[in-house]
């Protein structure tokens, strides 16, 4: 049965979806490809709740996560969505002010290291040419030789430093179902959007119907649809991001007319700088016939022809003849 939800990719859908913790720790479980015991909202939460900062929206977890051998530990995720391509630089603030941030701070034995860190960044938008839906960027150490250093990894001290990074291209999903992680992140899959309504995804339950985690999921999104309050901030969003495609429309138009002014500017110069040229070269070519004229003038003169019979023979009156040798 075709299920009409809510569309996650709005800031307010998205938000209401992963304040219930069971979902968060769907989500995270799966983007970590690590079992997750247990996951809270650290007490800095970053929405948006203007609409000069809605198209990015921001929330810190705290998750302890047990590795492969048994061990537990605890890692910061810093999840970030943004519909927008010109948000690498508010990334980069916002994990500068994570880094900083001394509540980020753990202690082992007499030592304070920075806690582990993974960023999540789901993106509206494609990221170059990488084709790839989700890309792990992942650090390692290496020696000087270019050599990966195991022993004694992974360090506080290093993991202090450095973190991971996980990037979602949502546009690059499409229908693409080939693990738990892309299994969850269907939802966000725009090729489900309603045909005459963006605010709504149709999703075929059925398709999830043995797994209890996807449809907890997709009875949370459900109920979003029906939430009166949602959808009134989902309209609120639409206008904003119609507001900023009318900007960059009428910036790119602008954009449009300047380079082709300029390309038309260009090309006039061009011309004009070829017309230069031109008379240069004529210039040059009379500069020469006029030295050649000179000197067959004065060779006549030299010989003892006088300015009248030089007249003749040349084709000129006596005062073009005059004018040349002057």
């Known amino acids: 049965m075709i299920l009409r939800v809510a569309n996650p990719i709005y800031d307010s859908v998205f938000k209401y979806l992963v304040e219930d913790l069971r979902i968060a720790k769907i989500l995270i479980s799966a983007l970590l490809k690590k079992e997750v015991l247990e996951v809270e909202v650290r007490k800095h939460e970053y929405t948006n709740g203007t609409r000069d900062n809605i198209s990015m929206f921001r929330i810190d977890f705290g998750a302890k996560v047990r590795e492969s051998d048994g061990s537990q530990h605890l890692v910061l995720i810093e999840l970030q969505k943004t519909w927008l391509e010109t948000e690498t630089l508010r990334f980069r603030q916002y994990l500068g002010a994570q880094y900083a941030n001394p509540d980020n701070i753990g202690k082992e034995e007499s030592h304070e290291f920075g806690i582990p860190m993974v960023t ?34 992974p360090d506080p001290f290093v993991e202090s430093l450095v973190h991971d990074s996980i990037i979602v291209q949502i546009p690059r999903l499409r229908g693409r179902v ?47 649809a029906s939430d009166a309050k949602l959808r009134q901030d989902m309209n609120v969003e639409d206008e904003y991001f119609t507001a900023i495609e009318n900007r960059d429309t009428a910036i790119m138009n602008r954009d449009k007319k300047i ?68």
């Open 120 to 153: 999540v960044y789901l993106l509206g938008h494609k990221v170059g040419d990488i084709k790839e839906p989700i890309i792990y960027a992942v650090h390692k150490a290496y020696d000087y030789y270019g050599n990966e250093v195991t022993e004694g990894i």
């Open 178 to 224: 080939n693990n738990k992680l892309e299994k969850v992140l269907s939802v966000f899959d725009q090729t489900h959007k309603d045909k005459y309504n963006r605010q709504m995804l149709n999703i075929d339950e059925d398709n999830y119907e043995d797994d209890t985690d996807m449809m907890y999921i997709l009875r949370r999104l459900l109920a979003a």
């Open 259 to 326: 380079a082709e002014q300029d390309q038309y500017i260009t090309e006039q110069k061009n011309q004009i700088a070829e017309q230069n040229n031109q008379i240069a070269e004529q210039n040059n070519q009379i500069a020469e016939h006029m030295k050649t004229l000179q000197a067959t003038i004065n060779s006549l003169v030299n010989r003892g022809m006088s300015l009248d019979e030089i007249s003749v023979v040349m084709g000129k009156t006596v005062e073009e003849i005059k004018s040349i040798i002057r």
